[in-house]
C-alpha cells in the first residue's frame, strides 16, 4: 500500500507544561525555550526533557514521544525557607530586597537576603541574612531611638505668580525629618519683616504644603524674594522663593507656528520650562459652493515647550476625516522671541518662527485653514497689557498644498491680526487673515498628477472667535473655536465654517 508509512517515517509534537510558567526547556540538552510550549516535527523515540527555572528544583524525565500528540508536565517545587523576625516595633515597615514585606514569618527565595526595617522616630535598622530551603532563620530586630533632624527643606520651584490658576499659582513646600516633633514655618519679606507664618507637627518622615503667595490677611504678597526658615527641635532649615507678577501662562493654542490664536502665531511666550498639551475636534460645513453639507471632521493633538526665556519648540498633528478620504498632517516649529518693558507696564512684544510639516494628500487646499505642511517662517508683534493683547503676524509658507513632498511652486502669504481680552482664569480672543497665493502646485496620486494654479493676492480670508476658560482651581482648560474660510472665486465664492471643542493642559 503506497499510502502506509512506517513510524520512523511519521511526525508527532511535544507540549511541556511545568507548574510554574516561564520555566527553560531543553531536549536532549539542546535549548527549545519556556513553558508552556510545544515542539513540532519530532520523529517518534526516546527522548530527555529538562526543566528549569531560578529558586525552583529542577525537573528531568524521559518521554517516549509516539505520532501525533504527546505532553509532559513537569511539577517543581519553590526552593525557600522562612525569615522569622523576633521584636519587630509595632507600626514598622519592613522590606526585603528592596521590597516591603508583611508579617513576621516571610518565605523568601534560598541565598542571601538584605533586610530593612524602618519606624518613624527610630533608627533604620539593616541586616543581611541567608535563608536556607526548607528551614527557619530567626533575626532579632534591635532599634534605637533617633534624635530629630531636619534632613530636607525645599519648595516645589523656584518662582512663582499667585496670580495664576490653580497650581501654576502656587509653591509645594516640602520638608523631612527623623522623628515627631513639632515646628513653625516663618516666610519672610525681603525687609526681614514675617508675612505669614505655618505651624507643622511631624507624625512621618515627609510632609509638604501649599503656600498659595498670601500673607496673614489673605492678601496677594508683593513681587521679591521670600525667606521660608523651618524652626524645630531647636533646628533651623532655609529656603527661598521668588513672587514674579510677570510669570504669566497665556491662554492660547498651538498653530502651526507656535503658540498662537486661530491660524495665527502670537508673539508671546510661555515662562520658561513651561509644557503645553493640547487635544481639540470639530466639524466644519460647506456653506456657499457646491456641495453644500458636511464638509469634514479635524481633530487636532499639538505639544509646545518653552525651553528657554526666548525660545519655544511645538510640534502638532492634524487629522481631516472627509468621507472617502482622510488626510494627516504632522508639523514642526520653532519660535524665538523677546519683549521691552514700558513704564506702564504694558509691553512690545515680537517674535521669530520657522515651520515645516508634511501633509499626506491636500484637503481644502489650505490656504486660510492652514494646518501645517510646507516649509514656512514667519515674525509676529504684538502689544500687551495685563488685561489686553493686540498683535500681527505675517508670513511666507512654500509648498502648503502637500508639503515638500509634492512637485510645485505653490507659495503663501499669510497676513493677520488677533486681539484678546485677558482675565485671570479665561480669554477670549477674535483673528483673521488674508492669504495671498503664488505659484502652481503639483502631487502625484496612484497614476494622476494633480496640477493647477492659485495666483491671487485674496486668495482666501478666514476669520473667527477662539475662547479659553480654566477648569475649576487646576492648570487645565476648556477651549472653544468658531470660524470659516471664504474663498472669493467663482461667482458666489465658497465658505467653509468650522467649530471645535478641546481642552489645554500647562505643566
Known amino acids: 500500500d503506497s499510502s502506509y508509512k512506517s513510524t520512523a517515517d511519521q511526525t508527532a509534537f511535544l507540549y511541556v507544561d511545568s507548574s510554574v510558567s516561564g520555566a527553560s526547556v531543553y531536549l536532549n540538552g539542546t535549548y527549545k525555550g ?7 516535527g519530532l520523529k517518534p523515540g526516546s527522548y530527555t526533557v529538562r526543566t528549569s527555572l531560578k529558586h525552583y528544583s529542577e525537573f528531568s524525565a524521559s518521554v517516549r514521544v509516539r505520532p501525533g500528540h504527546n505532553s509532559v508536565f513537569a511539577y517543581m517545587e519553590k526552593i525557600s525557607g522562612y525569615l522569622h523576625l523576633d521584636s519587630v516595633p509595632s507600626g514598622a515597615e519592613v522590606y526585603c530586597a528592596g521590597e516591603r514585606v508583611y508579617g513576621n514569618n516571610i518565605e523568601l527565595d534560598e541565598g542571601r537576603h538584605t533586610v530593612k526595617v524602618r519606624k518613624f522616630g527610630m533608627k533604620e535598622f539593616k541586616s543581611s541574612v541567608y535563608v536556607t530551603r526548607r528551614s527557619t532563620t530567626r533575626l532579632t530586630i534591635a532599634m534605637e ?9 525645599r519648595v516645589s520651584k523656584s518662582s512663582f505668580n499667585p496670580r495664576n490658576p490653580g497650581d501654576l499659582g502656587n509653591v509645594d513646600v516640602h520638608y ?13 519679606n525681603a525687609g526681614g519683616n514675617i508675612i505669614f507664618q505655618k505651624d507643622v507637627d511631624f507624625y512621618t518622615w515627609d510632609g509638604s504644603f501649599s503656600w498659595i503667595g498670601t500673607d496673614f490677611s489673605d492678601y496677594i504678597v508683593d513681587d521679591g524674594i521670600y525667606t521660608l526658615t523651618l524652626y524645630a527641635g531647636g533646628l533651623e532649615r532655609e529656603c527661598s522663593v521668588e513672587v514674579d507678577s510677570g510669570i504669566v501662562y497665556p491662554l492660547l493654542s498651538i498653530t502651526p507656528g507656535g503658540l ?7 508673539a508671546e511666550l510661555s515662562p520658561r520650562g513651561a509644557f503645553q498639551i493640547e487635544g481639540n475636534a470639530g466639524v466644519s460645513f460647506r456653506t456657499v459652493g457646491e456641495p453644500e453639507g458636511f464638509y469634514s471632521v479635524p481633530i487636532h493633538v499639538a505639544l509646545a515647550w518653552t525651553v528657554s526665556r526666548y525660545v519655544e ?3 502638532s498633528v492634524d487629522v481631516s476625516i472627509i468621507p472617502e478620504k482622510t488626510s494627516v498632517n504632522g508639523s514642526f516649529a520653532i519660535k524665538a522671541g523677546d519683549s521691552v518693558t514700558f513704564p506702564n507696564d504694558a509691553s512690545l512684544l515680537y517674535a521669530f518662527f520657522a515651520r515645516i510639516g508634511f501633509r499626506s494628500s491636500p484637503v481644502m487646499y489650505p490656504y486660510g485653514c492652514d494646518s501645517g505642511s510646507g516649509l514656512g517662517a514667519g515674525v509676529s508683534v504684538g502689544y500687551k497689557t495685563e488685561n489686553f493683547y493686540l498683535g500681527a503676524q505675517s508670513s511666507i509658507i512654500f509648498r502648503p498644498v502637500v508639503g515638500l513632498v509634492s512637485n510645485g511652486s505653490d507659495t503663501m502669504w499669510k497676513n493677520g491680526i488677533m486681539v484678546r481680552r485677558i482675565w485671570r482664569n479665561a480669554s477670549l480672543g477674535a483673528y483673521g487673515s488674508i492669504n495671498s497665493c503664488f505659484g502652481e502646485y503639483e502631487f502625484k496620486t496612484k497614476d494622476v498628477v494633480h496640477k493647477d494654479s492659485f495666483a491671487g493676492w485674496f486668495r482666501s480670508f478666514d476669520t473667527g472667535i477662539e475662547g479659553a476658560v480654566y477648569l475649576g482651581n487646576t492648570s487645565a482648560a476648556f477651549t472653544a473655536r468658531a470660524g470659516f474660510v471664504y474663498f472669493p472665486q467663482g461667482e458666489r465664492g465658497t465658505m467653509y465654517p468650522q467649530f471645535s471643542l478641546g481642552i489645554i493642559g500647562i505643566l
Do not use: M, Y
Request: charged share 15%.
Open 34 to 40: 519556556t513553558t508552556p510550549l510545544k515542539i513540532s
Open 145 to 153: 531611638k533617633a534624635p530629630f533632624e531636619i534632613t530636607d527643606f
Open 176 to 188: 523631612s525629618v527623623t522623628a515627631p516633633e513639632s515646628g513653625v514655618i516663618a516666610f519672610r
Open 260 to 266: 498662537g490664536i486661530g491660524g495665527l502665531t502670537s
Open 313 to 315: 519648540l511645538s510640534t
